[in-house]
T-cell receptor, first 117, second 119 residues
Framework: GAVVSQHPSWVICKSGTSVKIECRSL??????MFWYRQFPKQSLMLMAT?????????EQGVEKDKFLINHASLTLSTLTVTSAHPEDSSFYIC?????????????FGQGTRLTVV | AQKVTQAQTEISVVEKEDVTLDCVYE???????LFWYKQPPSGELVFLIR??????QNEISGRYSWNFQKSTSSFNFTITASQVVDSAVYFC????????????????FGQGTILTVHP
């Protein structure tokens, strides 16, 4: 149990277009979902925290108007990169915490590799 | 603020050697969780271990072992008899606890250590 699925696994888009990445908890309800970004050969940096039905909380330096997060249900959060530019090319990975399960780790999706050309 | 430091950027060993990956952390929280993840070239994060700050017992799982030293704020990871399949990036991470006392899930990652095991 506790599977998190991200879609797509990879995407190539043209500069100026928008890209939506989905993060789904397949077999549990996720209280909170987290979005991380990882540039090549670097660590994972938290971008934002999203709770179902409320606005996401963005980390300092992350543009909320550029990285739109929607957490409409307990099993789905989406990250939309608007007006993507080559510098947005990165590996985006989500994680989710399990509602109702105490003392547990966050479960990670498999990640989405975004390339903006 | 929380901080995790993995001083070893890259480690290269020959198969069957033992290797230890270092992790030092900083936090003002009195209770917290520590994690190790493996990231193979495909990119997904593979969960290896979670350790509660109250539990300082070392843990062994097959060829993997972890040494938690609260006094030195370290949580080191040792692979015994390394194998080529162990080649990956390894991340140490830290999480505080929410008001309910459960792992918050918001992780602070170290810089990662690239481990290469040669045949």
């Amino acid at each position: 149990g506790a599977v998190v699925s991200q879609h797509p696994s990879w995407v190539i888009c043209k500069s100026g277009t928008s890209v939506k990445i989905e993060c789904r908890s397949l077999d549990f309800q996720a209280t909170t979902m987290f979005w991380y970004r990882q540039f090549p050969k670097q660590s994972l940096m938290l971008m934002a925290t999203s709770n179902e039905g409320s606005k996401a909380t963005y980390e300092q330096g992350v543009e909320k108007d550029k990285f739109l997060i929607n957490h409409a249900s307990l099993t789905l959060s989406t990250l939309t990169v608007t007006s993507a530019h080559p510098e947005d090319s990165s590996f985006y990975i989500c994680s989710a915490t399990h509602r109702g399960r105490l003392n547990t780790e966050a479960f990670f999706g498999q990640g989405t590799r975004l390339t903006v050309v | 603020a929380q901080k995790v430091t993995q001083a070893q950027t890259e480690i290269s060993v020959v198969e069957k050697e033992d290797v230890t990956l270092d992790c030092v952390y900083e936090t003002r929280d009195t209770t917290y969780y520590l994690f190790w993840y493996k990231q193979p070239p495909s990119g997904e994060l593979v969960f290896l271990i979670r350790r509660n700050s109250f539990d300082e017992q070392n843990e062994i799982s097959g060829r993997y072992s972890w040494n938690f030293q609260k006094s030195t704020s370290s949580f080191n990871f040792t692979i015994t008899a390394s194998q080529v399949v162990d080649s990956a990036v390894y991340f140490c991470a830290l999480s505080g606890l929410n008001a309910g006392g459960t792992s918050y899930g918001k992780l602070t990652f170290g810089q990662g250590t690239i481990l290469t095991v040669h045949p």
